[in-house]
């Protein structure tokens, strides 16, 4: 597959009835990716726009959770005392179906990457998400992996598994192997669609080493939102719908650019990876669309694009054939 150049922003504003981002005028020069997506809002900048217009699958979320405001909005009380996470620990462990000692409410994925981490140290066979320990120790996973989005088979063994995806990839909320004695990470924030946030856990049939990280986590680490909204928040969740939601949006993503003659990859996490297309983040870019680019997963050449919801699909769509026909090499 020919690389994509980078081509000039065409003018024109957004299309009548397509819901696409518009194409603006450059008010800065675009950003390099950085190493872990969610570039929207430097990009928005740069295009001189607000982040809300551009559209913005270089971070992978649940594309059908509800709108996070909506929820949050009703819990703003809670800024104004300092957080307790004892109830919604007490919900999560419920809505998870596990022990309530099993699991320690972290501020996001990253913070529980982090206590365990410095914990009990770790490495990985890459491609493997970059936030996990690479000094020597057990092997982390996560799975489905990411970025390959492929799940792991039912004998596969870890010594840390990262279930950041695993609610989205099978409508269940997690394979179960903290009961075999293996420690798990997880993200909220990816399920619920609200990195702002930020909510993650670990989850360990090992007591000691659950009490351990609490000791080690700094005070109030869990924002008093997510503790105040969480239990609510959980009430709204459906697992299979969400997952069969995100299954069937990601097989319309995946023909879309097939269809386009790109090579595509679709697994089992919220996103595709598009090979051979190392220009297509610089070509969609002017078109107010961000993609990420796989170069820090050591995969050169290649793009992950988040699966959108029904109205990001037909915008991504509208702004993938703008893209291509401008000027420069016409497609793939």
């Known amino acids: 597959m020919t690389p994509l150049p980078t081509v000039p922003s065409p003018a024109g504003g957004r299309p009548a009835g397509t819901g696409a981002p518009a194409a603006p005028a450059r008010a800065a020069p675009l950003p390099p990716p950085g190493d872990h997506g969610g570039d929207g809002a430097r990009v928005a900048a740069a295009l001189g726009l607000s982040p809300g217009e551009v559209l913005d699958l270089s971070a992978s979320l649940c594309p059908v959770a509800p709108d996070p405001t909506a929820i949050v909005s009703g819990h703003l009380d809670a800024l104004r005392r300092y957080p307790d996470p004892a109830a919604a620990t007490d919900a999560l462990a419920a809505a998870m179906g596990v022990e309530r000692s099993h699991l320690l409410l972290t501020n996001g994925g990253a913070e529980a990457i982090a206590l365990l981490g410095a914990e009990i140290g770790g490495q990985v066979e890459e491609p493997d998400f970059s936030l996990y320990p690479r000094h020597g120790g057990p092997r982390w996973r996560s799975n489905p992996n990411n970025p390959l989005g492929t799940l792991a088979d039912s004998g596969e063994t870890a010594g840390v598994w990262d279930e950041a995806f695993w609610p989205l990839a099978t409508g269940t909320w997690t394979r179960g192997d903290h009961l075999r004695g293996t420690p798990v990470v997880g993200s909220l924030t990816k399920l619920l669609a609200c990195p702002g946030l930020r909510a993650g856990y670990v989850l360990s049939a090992d007591g000691e080493l659950i009490e351990r990280l609490r ?10 939102l997510v503790a105040a909204a969480l239990p609510e928040w959980l009430e709204r969740v459906d697992l299979p719908g969400w997952s069969a939601a995100t299954s069937a949006l990601r097989s319309r993503l995946a023909a879309t650019l097939r269809s386009r003659g790109f090579a595509v990859r679709a697994g089992h996490g919220p996103w595709v990876l598009v090979e051979g297309a190392a220009g297509l983040r610089a ?6 669309v961000v993609v990420r680019d796989c170069t820090s997963f050591g995969l050169p050449g290649t793009v992950r694009v988040a699966v959108p919801d029904e109205a990001g699909l037909a915008a991504f769509t509208h702004a993938l054939d703008r893209a291509l026909d401008s000027p420069g090499e016409p497609g793939p």
């Open 215 to 224: 000791r080690a986590q700094p005070a109030w680490a869990v924002n008093g």
């Open 283 to 288: 070509r969609l870019l002017p078109q107010a």
